[in-house]
T-cell receptor, first 113, second 113 residues
Framework: NAGVTQTPKFRILKIGQSMTLQCTQD?????MYWYRQDPGMGLKLIYY???????DKGEVPNGYNVSRSTTEDFPLRLELAAPSQTSVYFC????????????FGSGTQLSVL | AQSVAQPEDQVNVAEGNPLTVKCTYS??????LFWYVQYPNRGLQFLLK??????LVKGSYGFEAEFNKSQTSFHLKKPSALVSDSALYFC???????????FGTGTRLQVFP
């Protein structure tokens, strides 16, 4: 049981480049989330999904896009990368909302130079 | 809008002494409250949660937390700290009827031998 898997673990982008951060979970969870973690800022919610075909914005969605075509996968797309997007990105999933805990991936460290 | 505050960037405690990591929150309706721990270069791991019922909840690794509705607080506690407890601790809240789990900025716990 792999849980939540994120790829890649590290990436360096040049300003203006695009990339997709991959996230997949094998727990049949309906809810999936993307967070970014910046020093002293905690985790900020970028986008989330409550099921296949349904996505919604979080706290900091600008500069990102997501899609959810299957229950398992929730990729995060960065278009026209900017230095402000240098961060550690975490994908997470949960069975439902309310009191359900989140399961986190191990993160993607992204640098935009 | 829901929010969560962790007023201390860092907490230092000697091994064997009790520890407290503070968290206050603001939500509409009844809150779902969580504590997560992050070890270096790892994703977040669930420690404990409060949904309803007994105000004192017990979690992993001997940690517990006390829900105080009048003070809107959910402080994390442990009777006797271990050096291995040194990590970054996050409080999180989800308000009733919402899908978003909002995290605090994190508190770094340093336990000295």
């Amino acid at each position: 049981n792999a849980g939540v898997t994120q790829t890649p673990k590290f990436r360096i982008l040049k300003i203006g480049q695009s990339m997709t951060l991959q996230c997949t979970q094998d727990m049949n969870h309906n809810y999936m989330y993307w967070y970014r973690q910046d020093p002293g800022m905690g985790l900020k919610l970028i986008y989330y999904s409550v099921g296949a075909g349904i996505t919604d914005k979080g706290e900091v969605p600008n500069g990102y896009n997501v899609s959810r075509s299957t229950t398992e996968d929730f990729p995060l797309r960065l278009e026209l990368a900017a230095p402000s997007q240098t961060s550690v990105y975490f994908c997470a999933s949960s069975y439902s909302q309310g009191g359900e805990k989140l399961f986190f991936g191990s993160g993607t460290q992204l640098s935009v130079l | 809008a829901q929010s969560v505050a962790q007023p201390e960037d860092q907490v230092n405690v000697a091994e064997g002494n009790p520890l407290t990591v503070k968290c206050t929150y603001s939500v509409s309706g009844n809150p779902y409250l969580f504590w997560y721990v992050q070890y270096p270069n790892r994703g977040l791991q669930f420690l404990l949660k409060y949904i309803t019922g007994d105000n004192l909840v017990k979690g992993s690794y001997g940690f517990e937390a006390e829900f105080n509705k009048s003070q809107t607080s959910f402080h994390l506690k442990k009777p006797s700290a271990l050096v291995s407890d040194s990590a970054l601790y996050f409080c999180a809240v989800r308000g009733g009827g919402t899908d978003k789990l909002i995290f605090g900025t994190g508190t770094r716990l340093q336990v000295f031998p």
